[in-house]
């Protein structure tokens, strides 16, 4: 009795050996989309500083410092400063000024110094150098008092 | 009445359809930055979410802009506001077709600067989307 269980057993073993298995299988999809985003956090402003002929306030002149603000992007997006619409200057400047924004970028992605939209291509974080330049022509000069001037940093 | 509730339903429709893609995130200064909208009435809709990337509340202005930088008359709800630190909030656009049959806009999210300094930055974040005119 014990011998046929057992060859019974031995039996049925033997034939789902070479059978599958019955179970499904099937795949799970993800998708994913990432649209572009930009973000801009201004670190510093900058400081201007006059040139000895007075005829130049910059950022880049000795003692001056560029603003400093950082992006992180995904890319897909491009970089720009505005032309310099508010200004506030001393009364006793009458005479016009020229303002020349400007911007270079490090980190994620280089950019050198420059006053035109710029495509960002690259992902990441990148830190942005803002400089602003004010000049004067002919006979006109600087004169003392408080200089004050807002550069918009686009990224769109 | 009831064909200015079906404007109303027809412009939250077309926003809801711009404002649902995306996923208002902390940290971003404005999402979405792309959108396409097909509107059945002479307007459509856009929701942003301006967001503060700072620790500190600042306060933050929308502005709509044509192609050209102009400044668009778009109802904006609200167009300027105090937002905490690390925050966003959804922010309503409905721009005018002004009898055309599509219209690119700018949406731009504007920070004021930080006072009393020489040379201030204004952190503009701009959007660029696109509306139809469907009949």
């Not at chain 1, 400063?81 to 020229?98: G, I, K, L, R």
């Not at chain 1, 280089?110 to 004067?136: D, H, M, Q, R, W």
């Not at chain 2, 930088?69 to 077709?97: C, D, H, K, N, Y």
């Amino acid at each position: 009795m014990k011998f046929a269980r057992a060859a019974m057993a031995a039996g049925l073993l033997a034939g789902c050996a070479g059978q599958t298995a019955s179970a499904a299988t099937g795949n799970v999809l993800f998708n994913g989309t990432i649209t572009a985003t930009c973000t801009i956090t201004i670190n510093s402003n900058g400081t201007m500083t006059v040139s000895s002929n007075l005829q130049s306030l910059s950022s880049h002149n000795a003692g001056g410092s560029a603003g400093s603000a950082q992006v992180d992007t995904t890319g897909g997006v491009s970089l720009s400063v505005d032309p310099v619409t508010t200004t506030t200057v001393p009364a006793s400047d009458t005479t016009a000024t020229t303002w020349t924004p400007t911007f270079a970028t490090s980190g994620a992605q280089t950019i050198a110094e420059t006053g035109t939209a710029t495509a960002l291509t690259v992902p990441g974080t990148s830190t942005v150098a803002v400089n602003l330049a004010g000049t004067k022509s002919g006979t006109n000069r600087f004169s003392a008092g408080n200089y004050q001037a807002t550069v918009t940093l686009r990224c769109e | 009445m009831r064909r200015i509730a079906l404007r109303r339903i027809a412009i939250l429709a077309a926003g809801l359809i711009a404002a649902l893609s995306p996923v208002a995130a902390t940290g971003q200064s404005m999402t979405p930055m792309r959108g396409e909208v097909r509107s059945f009435t002479d307007a459509f809709a856009v929701r942003v979410f301006p967001g503060n990337p700072y620790n500190q509340r600042i306060r933050v202005e929308v502005h709509v802009y044509d192609q050209d930088f102009q400044p668009v008359a778009a109802r904006i709800t609200p167009s300027a506001f105090l937002l905490a630190g690390q925050a966003s909030r959804p922010v309503l656009v409905v721009v005018p077709f002004d009898g055309a049959n599509e219209r690119k806009v700018r949406i731009c999210t504007e920070s004021i600067p930080f006072p009393s300094e020489q040379t201030q930055i204004r952190a503009q974040i701009c959007g660029k989307f696109f509306g139809h005119r469907r009949f």
